[in-house]
């Protein structure tokens, strides 16, 4: 059975504090990896890995995979109040949709 | 650009009562097209997912039921709600292989 999992479940840091979320999947035929911001409402997408090795970056954030070791990390730097969400991470394997992590919920403090 | 419409976005309906909720897309032809719950503490669950007018594959056996009766309309359906179809509702659409899910705004259903 297709299983993604994510660590912590919860986070809780201070503004300026930089944060890891990890994901470790099991997966058959694996496409590729997904990684959204979910704040009140729909889920919006942050970045979609392929290759092993290439980090994708935007702004503060940060995600790079390791499809040897079956895993992708998330990082922000310099965390701010409106990083605090939930961060859910997502596999797409063969010819299925894709599954989803049950979440991080990361809640920074001033 | 593409867009995606989901309503309500709340709802309160009693035990028994039928349910309906509607999504549509607008700038794209022919997307898969998703309707997921998601319950605090649980992830997003995969209900059903659409890749063409009336093709539904069903993930989870349950009183709810989805169709297309269009390119780009998606609806989920229960004759009778029961109080653990309460949660948080999300439609979703990705176009070709490899291109992300988009979602809805979701709706937010308590069954009373």
């Known amino acids: 059975e297709d299983k993604v999992v994510q660590s912590p479940l919860s986070l809780v840091v201070h503004e300026g504090d930089t944060v890891t979320l990890n994901c470790s999947y099991e997966?058959?035929?694996?496409?590729?990896l997904l990684w959204y911001k979910q704040e009140k409402k729909a889920p919006t997408f942050l970045f979609m890995l392929t290759s092993s090795g290439i980090e994708k970056k935007s702004g503060r954030l940060s995600s790079i995979l390791d499809k040897k070791e079956l895993f992708s990390i998330l990082n922000i730097t310099a965390t701010q109040t409106g990083d605090s969400a939930v961060y859910l991470c997502?596999?797409?394997?063969?010819?299925?949709?894709?599954?989803f992590g049950k979440g991080t919920r990361l809640s920074v403090i001033a | 650009s593409q867009t995606i419409h989901q309503w309500p976005a709340t709802l309160v309906q009693p035990v028994g009562s039928p349910l309906s909720l509607e999504c549509t897309v607008e700038?794209?032809?022919?997307?898969?097209l998703y309707w997921y719950r998601q319950a605090a503490g649980r992830g997003l669950q995969l209900l059903f997912y659409?890749?063409?007018?009336?093709?539904i594959s069903s993930e989870v056996p349950q009183n709810l039921s989805a169709s297309r009766p269009q390119d780009r309309q998606f609806i989920l359906s229960s004759k009778k709600l029961l109080l653990s179809d309460s949660g948080f509702y999300l439609c979703?659409?990705?176009?070709?292989?490899?291109?992300?899910?988009?979602f809805g705004n979701g709706t937010r259903l308590t069954v009373t």
């Open positions: 997966v058959t035929n694996f496409r590729s």
């Open positions: 979703a659409w990705s176009g070709a292989r490899n291109s992300p899910l988009h």
């Open positions: 700038g794209t032809s022919n997307p898969n």
């Open positions: 997502a596999v797409e394997p063969g010819n299925t949709p894709l599954v």
């Open positions: 659409s890749v063409g007018i009336g093709q």
